[in-house]
């Protein structure tokens, strides 16, 4: 996992990218702040926050000092750095305070029109060299930079929450990125001490696409008629972090809902959007048909649409290897290492072949039966 995750597959030559002094974040919310806070500890450049009106970001920015004061009374930072830090971070209302940013990373609410305004009024005000990324979890990047009049400068940076603590980081180019614009995004994910997995600008990139994928065959079973505790513990035998109806809750049932609407436009067939997920979000009773099944039955189904999902984001050339895939899993999702990865559990089990006709490893990388 390390060794790849220090050599990325397909990153463009190092040489290529340009020094970050100065970054700006777009938004002041919770993940605008912990995005201002990891780039101040990391680059040591200062960072600026922009948001709609002046409570935000005065909300924003103070939620960084609190998280450096929590830091300091741990012991992680000396006093000194933690003056550093806070004068690090700054915020304003005009984005005319990224004049001079070389790297701005919007961090707003999903919704296509919003993010393509808000490069639209970063562009105005940025160098032509100012990379500007976006950290949407599932849009397409391309969409999102289509509008501007150097589309070639916009990459994804695709951070996973916790961001301090999870390694993992998604780094999207779209059909116009540019080598240069890209080596920079690498160059910026290496020093904030992230594994980085170069992917294609396809909707919900890797992680979100199979959970959403393991998810909606979870919550499938359950419209069916099987029992919410049953089908919530039939994942327990893989060891994941969580249950799928815990992740569910973590990461809230609108986020899951938009991710689950974002595949479904691109991939009906295969990513359905369930009822009962949009009552979840409104907090009202599910409703259930009469075809329960066991707990075994929802494990299967889930692994087969793994299976399926994964061969078809390697058809699409989502990732350069199957290897990012496994990197992906293990570090964004918390897939278990005693498994050696999710493609070679697959291969090991006997899925891969069932469901795809071949296996994702060469014979032998895993073919020890699983135990």
Same mark, same amino acid.
């Given at each position: 996992?390390?060794?790849?995750?220090?050599?990325?597959?397909?990153?463009?030559?190092?040489?290529?990218?340009? *020094?970050?002094?100065?970054?700006?974040?777009?938004?002041?919310?919770?993940?605008?702040?912990?995005?201002?806070?990891?780039?101040?500890?990391?680059?040591?450049? *200062?960072?600026?926050?922009?948001?709609?009106?002046?409570?935000?970001?005065?909300?924003?920015?103070?939620?960084?000092?609190?998280?450096?004061?929590?830091?300091?009374?741990?012991?992680?930072?000396?006093?000194?750095?933690?003056?550093?830090?806070?004068?690090?971070?700054?915020?304003?209302?005009?984005?005319?305070?990224?004049?001079?940013?070389?790297?701005?990373?919007?961090?707003?609410?999903?919704?296509?029109?919003?993010?393509?305004?808000?490069?639209?009024?970063?562009?105005?005000?940025?160098?032509?060299?100012?990379?500007?990324?976006?950290?949407?979890?599932?849009?397409?990047?391309?969409?999102?930079?289509?509008?501007?009049?150097?589309?070639?400068?916009?990459?994804?940076?695709?951070?996973?929450?916790?961001?301090?603590?999870?390694? =993992?980081?998604?780094?999207?180019?779209?059909?116009?990125?540019?080598?240069?614009?890209?080596?920079?995004?690498?160059?910026?994910?290496?020093?904030?001490?992230?594994?980085?997995?170069?992917?294609?600008?396809?909707?919900?990139?890797?992680?979100?696409?199979?959970?959403?994928?393991?998810?909606?065959?979870?919550?499938?079973?359950?419209?069916?008629?099987?029992?919410?505790?049953?089908?919530?513990?039939?994942?327990?035998?893989?060891?994941?972090?969580?249950?799928?109806?815990?992740?569910?809750?973590?990461?809230?049932?609108?986020?899951?809902?938009?991710?689950?609407?974002?595949?479904?436009?691109?991939?009906?067939?295969?990513?359905?959007?369930?009822?009962?997920?949009?009552?979840?979000?409104?907090?009202?009773?599910?409703?259930?048909?009469?075809?329960?099944?066991?707990?075994?039955?929802?494990?299967?189904?889930?692994?087969?649409?793994?299976?399926?999902?994964?061969?078809?984001?390697?058809?699409?050339?989502?990732?350069?290897?199957?290897?990012?895939?496994?990197?992906?899993?293990?570090?964004?999702?918390?897939?278990?290492?005693?498994?050696?990865?999710?493609?070679?559990? =697959?291969?090991?089990?006997?899925?891969?072949?069932?469901?795809?006709?071949?296996?994702?490893?060469? *014979?032998?990388?895993?073919? =020890? *039966?699983?135990?």
């Amino acid at each position: 996992v390390q060794r790849r995750a220090k050599r990325p597959a397909g990153a463009p030559d190092r040489a290529l990218a340009r *020094p970050v002094g100065k970054a700006g974040v777009v938004g002041a919310g919770l993940m605008a702040a912990q995005l201002a806070l990891l780039f101040a500890r990391r680059l040591e450049v *200062p960072v600026v926050m922009t948001d709609l009106d002046t409570e935000r970001v005065e909300r924003g920015v103070g939620s960084v000092h609190g998280e450096v004061d929590t830091l300091l009374a741990k012991g992680k930072v000396s006093r000194d750095k933690a003056n550093r830090l806070k004068a690090l971070v700054t915020g304003a209302v005009d984005t005319a305070a990224f004049a001079d940013a070389d790297l701005v990373i919007e961090a707003v609410f999903e919704e296509m029109k919003v993010k393509q305004q808000v490069f639209a009024d970063v562009e105005a005000v940025v160098s032509p060299e100012c990379v500007l990324a976006t950290n949407t979890s599932s849009l397409s990047v391309g969409e999102m930079a289509s509008r501007l009049d150097h589309p070639e400068r916009v990459v994804g940076l695709h951070f996973f929450n916790p961001v301090a603590v999870l390694p =993992l980081l998604e780094v999207v180019r779209a059909e116009r990125t540019d080598d240069a614009s890209l080596a920079t995004a690498f160059a910026v994910g290496a020093q904030l001490k992230k594994s980085c997995v170069l992917v294609a600008d396809r909707p919900s990139f890797i992680v979100n696409r199979l959970l959403t994928r393991l998810l909606g065959e979870v919550i499938a079973a359950v419209d069916e008629g099987t029992p919410v505790e049953v089908a919530d513990r039939a994942l327990e035998p893989l060891g994941l972090p969580m249950s799928p109806f815990a992740l569910l809750q973590l990461v809230g049932p609108p986020v899951a809902l938009h991710v689950a609407e974002t595949l479904h436009e691109a991939f009906p067939e295969r990513f359905r959007v369930s009822e009962n997920l949009r009552r979840l979000g409104g907090a009202e009773l599910l409703v259930q048909g009469d075809r329960a099944s066991t707990a075994q039955d929802v494990r299967r189904r889930a692994l087969d649409a793994l299976a399926e999902e994964i061969r078809l984001m390697l058809d699409e050339q989502v990732v350069a290897d199957v290897r990012d895939i496994d990197l992906a899993m293990l570090l964004g999702a918390g897939w278990p290492f005693h498994l050696g990865g999710i493609t070679p559990y =697959l291969d090991r089990e006997g899925v891969s072949e069932q469901v795809t006709g071949r296996r994702f490893l060469d *014979p032998g990388v895993a073919s =020890l *039966p699983s135990r």
